[in-house]
């Protein structure tokens, strides 16, 4: 195998003319690796994007090739995938209104161009779906762009997909995961073109890395939301004063626990699986 990329959270390796995706237990807040793992991320992210690749097949092709052909020290976090010729826009389905949504649309009024009725608070719910792409920032924080913007970027027919493809899935993963008692308030996603040109669905999908899962039964919109993702670890380093510079603080042990079993219930929850 070639180490094609080392990232924050996964390394890409070349293998056989195929990539090996594997995910590891860092997470990431505020573009920075903490210093702590979180033990069965990668497990858990992988697993539960598995999953939800099969549930959405027939909505979009996927990269996946296999989960269990991968070299046996990755096992459990990796997967065999297409090469793809990734598109250079973070493709944004949100339903409700959370993180840097709300403070594009306390300040704008809108997100990415994308006009919101008035009187909108922390948690509540859109009247629809809006699409809402950023940038991919090599360095430095993604950057809220209009359609226009990414029309010009990639065309307009290709944006007309994307932008169908992301609001697509996203309907249809909240409103399964509706069934199980999960909110998805939001997902970023990613998509390429594979070996035929055709749009295919990369990286991972619906994972708590990059969705906000809230439980239905706890929804209250003008408040902050219980959250099954790393909103938790967020708000702790926040709440240590940290400058979200690095280096970042370690993550004392309850932290971590509480943050594990927080992935762990969204991925029991969401497939109706135990976590092995």
């Given at each position: 195998?070639?180490?094609?990329?080392?990232?924050?959270?996964?390394?890409?390796?070349?293998?056989?003319?195929?990539i090996?995706?594997?995910?590891?237990?860092?997470?990431?807040?505020?573009?920075?690796?903490?210093?702590?793992?979180?033990?069965?991320?990668?497990?858990?992210?992988?697993?539960?994007?598995?999953?939800?690749?099969?549930?959405?097949?027939?909505?979009?092709?996927n990269?996946?090739?296999?989960?269990?052909?991968?070299?046996?020290?990755?096992?459990?976090?990796?997967?065999?995938c297409?090469?793809?010729?990734?598109?250079?826009?973070?493709?944004?389905?949100?339903?409700?209104?959370?993180?840097?949504?709300?403070?594009?649309?306390?300040?704008?009024?809108?997100?990415?161009?994308?006009?919101?009725?008035?009187?909108l608070?922390?948690?509540?719910?859109?009247?629809?779906?809006?699409?809402?792409?950023?940038?991919?920032?090599?360095?430095?924080?993604?950057?809220?762009?209009?359609?226009?913007?990414?029309?010009?970027?990639?065309?307009?027919?290709?944006?007309?997909?994307?932008?169908?493809?992301?609001?697509?899935?996203?309907?249809?993963?909240?409103?399964?995961?509706?069934?199980?008692?999960?909110?998805?308030?939001?997902?970023?996603?990613?998509?390429?073109?594979?070996?035929?040109?055709?749009?295919?669905?990369?990286?991972?999908?619906?994972?708590?890395?990059?969705?906000?899962?809230?439980?239905?039964?706890?929804?209250e919109?003008?408040?902050?939301q219980?959250?099954?993702?790393?909103?938790f670890?967020?708000?702790?380093?926040?709440?240590?004063?940290?400058?979200?510079?690095?280096?970042?603080?370690?993550?004392?042990?309850?932290?971590?626990?509480?943050?594990?079993?927080?992935?762990?219930?969204?991925?029991?929850?969401?497939?109706?699986?135990?976590?092995?």
């Open positions: 195998m070639r180490l094609l990329h080392s990232g924050k959270i996964r390394d890409l390796y070349e293998d056989r003319g195929d090996i995706l594997v995910a590891s237990d860092k997470v990431s807040v505020y573009d920075v690796v903490l210093p702590t793992p979180i033990p069965d991320k990668g497990k858990l992210l992988t697993a539960l994007s598995l999953w939800w690749f099969d549930q959405l097949a027939d909505v979009v092709p990269h996946v090739i296999s989960a269990d052909d991968v070299p046996a020290e990755f096992a459990g976090r990796a997967i065999r297409k090469k793809l010729d990734m598109l250079p826009v973070e493709c944004i389905a949100r339903g409700y209104l959370a993180g840097l949504g709300l403070r594009e649309y306390q300040r704008d009024g809108a997100i990415s161009g994308v006009g919101l009725p008035a009187g608070k922390e948690g509540s719910k859109l009247p629809e779906p809006v699409f809402t792409p950023t940038t991919k920032a090599t360095e430095g924080h993604d950057e809220f762009i209009s359609f226009d913007d990414v029309s010009r970027e990639i065309g307009k027919d290709t944006a007309d997909q994307l932008r169908e493809l992301t609001l697509d899935i996203y309907r249809r993963g909240a409103a399964i995961a509706a069934e199980r008692g999960v909110i998805i308030a939001d997902t970023k996603l990613e998509f390429g073109r594979d070996a035929s040109g055709a749009i295919t669905l990369g990286d991972e999908v619906l994972t708590s890395d990059s969705s906000r899962f809230w439980p239905l039964d706890q929804w919109p003008g408040r902050s219980f959250s099954f993702d790393k909103q670890v967020r708000d702790w380093s926040t709440s240590t004063g940290w400058d979200q510079t690095p280096p970042a603080p370690e993550v004392p042990e309850s932290i971590v626990e509480a943050t594990r079993n927080r992935y762990i219930e969204a991925y029991e929850r969401i497939t109706g699986e135990r976590w092995q």
